[in-house]
């Protein structure tokens, strides 16, 4: 059996689809009910896509009509008036059910958006049609970022099932919302759509499915243990689980057992690194979720920011239950604990700087999250005077090799979080009192190394460029022939000196360049320092 990587909806032929009894029943007797509502909610990658898929197959085998509509594919603009939204909501549903869109002639700006989509659908969109017509409405979690439109969208789909009680064309219509984290927008109890027709939450695994996937997956676990020792890292969440089988079937040369996998789970070297990375970053780009992690990290008792705490349940690292949230699993709170705790404790790396009220994010790059150059350089000139004629400091630059190829052939987004992993890498080798980490330039990071003498300064740079190709990011740049490898690499030049009086700091910055280009000439993935470069 060919493995596929976990990382999208599974199909419907996929072996590795767990049913959650009785969920999928119930879906599947719901949607043959007139006028039916379904909701189906759960954090991200818990399996509400690859449901969908398999809803929306037993309605075209019942030979009705479907339409997905999926708010992440809204622009922004989309949710600026109601007007904009719902007659972009229309039109899509017009399109995908092969019809010429009529706005204008139903849309009618003295009786608003809401009766008038009313009516074009009533109207329209379901006398065209002769059999049931399932909307599904995918990721409606967009809509909750946007209280207005939300409030009035959400009464209007509530409306609509209260339709089809007295209306009988209203019963073709059979709606199904999907949606990752709570409403948190405020709604009168008589207008929301979330209290009424089948509510279905996606639970976590249970030990028995999880011992059941990994059958599928090829692995004996019928005794419990191995399945046990999983969950308790990282619960019975399907993605994490399913990405951890396929790395044990695929990579059983890499570890040994399944303690010595779980072991590195949370670290740089572990499998859910990037995954771990892309939940930090959507942390770091709303710095009110970290302060709400923080505070259940803590074990505060302090009241959560509630849209906050909502945001975080939705992408899976917390679960609420009341007014108490917990983190959902041993990975991310180990994960999370270490990372939010990054920028004070970028102190130990240097700790001369527990003394500076002053350091604060403004130091710190907003893609890596190491030092800026700014910062860097401050700090260089600094111990450059106060080690003048008593000790070698050391000084590492370090580049992605033929990264603006990188950046042309997979996009911004994908060239950040190459960066964000090669500064992960850099950040944990050179992790020693007085060390001191920056983002230089674009794909540049330094290292400033006071007390290391060329030799040490070269096992790091080393260590370096070994992890970074061991993260075994594919490379294969467009417009570029004769590429030696398939895989990101970094080249490296090192500078020792011990400074005197009369020396000047631009002269190991220009040392370290040297070498750096001595690297480079060499088509990078490689090593260098100053007196190999002269």
Known sequence: MSLRFPNDPLPLNSAFYIERPPLEELAYSEIIKAGSFIR????????????????????????????????????????????????WFCANVSRQLQLEPMLDEYWDEDIGSKVSSTLYFQGYLLKQIDVPLVLVLNEVNRVFEHPEIARDFLSLLRSWHEEAKQIKIWQKLRLVVIHSTEVYVSLNMNQSPFNIGLSLQ??????????????????????GKDAEQLMAIVGGHPYLINLALYHLVNQRKKWENIEEFLAVAPKLEGI????????????????????????????????????????????????????????????????????????????????????????????????T??????YFEEQLEKVWQESADKESISLILCA???????????????????????????RNVVHFPNAL???????????????????????????????????AIPFEPQGMDGFKNSLV?????????????????????????????????????SVSNYLLAE
Request: glycine residues 4%.
């Open 272 to 367: 859910y690194h990037q995954h771990l990375l892309s939940q930090l970053n959507i942390v770091r780009d709303n710095p009110e979720l970290g302060e709400v992690l923080k505070q259940i990290i803590a074990g505060s008792r302090e009241p959560l920011e509630a849209i906050a705490a909502y945001k975080l349940e939705s992408m899976g690292i917390i679960k609420l239950k009341g007014s108490s949230a917990t983190i959902s699993c041993e990975l991310y709170r180990q994960y999370f604990q270490e990372q939010l705790l990054q920028v004070s404790s970028l102190r130990n790396y240097f700790p001369r700087l527990a003394q500076q009220p002053e350091l604060n994010t403004a130091n710190l790059d907003e893609v």
């Open 489 to 525: 690499t970094v080249s490296l030049g090192i500078a020792s000196k011990i400074p005197n009086q009369k020396s000047d700091v631009s002269q190991i910055i220009y040392q370290a360049t040297q070498a750096l280009l001595a690297s480079k000439r060499r088509e990078g993935d």
């Open 437 to 471: 980490v920056a983002r230089y330039q674009s794909k540049e990071f330094a290292m400033l190394l006071p007390g290391k003498n060329l030799t040490i300064s070269r096992q790091i740079a080393e260590k370096i460029r070994q992890r970074v190709k061991l993260l």
């Open 400 to 426: 992605v090799d033929y990264f603006e190829y990188y950046e042309k052939t997979y996009g911004y987004q994908a060239a950040n979080l190459c960066l964000q992993q090669v500064a992960d890498i850099i």
């Open 40 to 87: 189906i909610k759960a954090p991200r990658k818990m399996g509400k896509s690859s449901l969908m898929i398999r809803l929306i197959d037993r309605a075209v085998n019942l030979g009705y009509l479907t339409v997905k509509i999926d708010f992440q594919q809204a622009d922004e603009e989309i949710f600026t008036f109601l007007y904009k939204f719902l007659r």
């Open 369 to 374: 999250h190491l030092f800026n150059r700014s």
């Open 202 to 223: 996606l639970p976590e695994f249970t030990l028995k499915q999880v011992e059941e996937l990994a059958a599928r997956y090829g692995l004996d676990w019928t005794n």
